[in-house]
């Protein structure tokens, strides 16, 4: 079965930092790009970065720019996503996706991705 899973969501604090995963099970992510997305209650998907398949090109979003950081090490077959100075407004279910084109483009929901995970919680509170 071909899948994709996230993990290393919580509960954190503002200010605070967290590191998400997103593991592919069935497949290999060699030859994909990998987004992130998030979706907080009542709003709409958000696409928060993307890295092309070498792993020598990536986008963010202008929210999480200078903040959150993706790379991917494809021994373990794995993205990852790393976050710091969390805000509450970074609240969200995150998303891992992947797309065979493997490139990335200037907006994380320009690709076509052809596999979606199940989502992880992320929650900033004090």
């Known amino acids: 079965q071909l899948q994709l899973v996230e993990s290393g969501g919580g509960l954190v604090q503002p200010g605070g930092s967290l590191r998400l995963s997103c593991a592919a099970s069935?497949?290999?992510?060699?030859?994909?790009?990998i987004g992130w997305f998030r979706q907080a209650p009542g709003k709409e998907r958000e696409g928060v970065s993307c890295?092309?398949?070498?792993?020598?090109?990536?986008t963010y979003a202008d929210s999480v720019k200078g903040r959150f950081t993706i790379s991917r090490d494809n021994a373990k077959n794995t993205v990852y996503l790393q976050m710091n100075s969390l805000k509450p407004e970074d609240t969200a279910v995150y998303y891992c996706?992947?797309?065979?084109?493997?490139?990335?483009?200037?907006?994380?929901?320009?690709?076509?991705?052809?596999?979606w995970g199940q989502g992880t919680q992320v929650t900033v509170s004090s």
């Open positions: 069935g497949f290999t992510l060699d030859y994909y790009a």
């Open positions: 996706a992947a797309d065979g084109g493997g490139s990335c483009y200037n907006t994380v929901e320009t690709n076509e991705y052809d596999y």
């Open positions: 890295i092309s398949s070498s792993g020598d090109s990536t």
